[in-house]
């Protein structure tokens, strides 16, 4: 099992900046990807960014691609979204995620952390 804790939600304008954090507890040793996904109110839950444990394959959705940027320090079992240039549309409840042994699929996903940006 892995737990997943997120952090650094809340109430920015547009254009402001935030940083998410996520970290990761239990058996991180299984870890092979973490990811961001988010669920804004009456539409279907997205990837955001997703990065490899070893960090040598990153996606971005093509909304966010050059604002958002997904890193991750393996010593602290933690991955980070740092957002820029924030949008309205970019108001959702945001998810971390992980991936596990040799699956595809993001078995573990944190408790979600609210993100609003107004206008």
């Known amino acids: 099992q892995v737990q997943l804790v997120e952090s650094g939600g809340g109430l920015v304008q547009a254009g402001d900046s935030l940083r998410l954090s996520c970290v990761a507890s239990?058996?991180?040793?299984?870890?092979?990807?973490m990811g961001w996904f988010r669920q804004a109110p009456g539409k279907e839950r997205e990837s955001v960014a997703r990065i490899s444990w070893s960090g040598g394959s990153i996606y971005y959705a093509d909304s966010v691609r050059d604002r958002f940027t997904i890193s991750r320090d393996i010593t602290r079992n933690t991955v980070y979204l740092e957002m820029n240039n924030l949008r309205t549309e970019d108001t959702a409840v945001y998810y971390c995620a992980a991936r596990t042994g040799v699956t595809a699929t993001y078995a573990y996903w944190g408790q979600g952390t609210q993100v609003t940006v107004s206008s």
């Open positions: 239990g058996r991180t040793y299984s870890l092979n990807a």
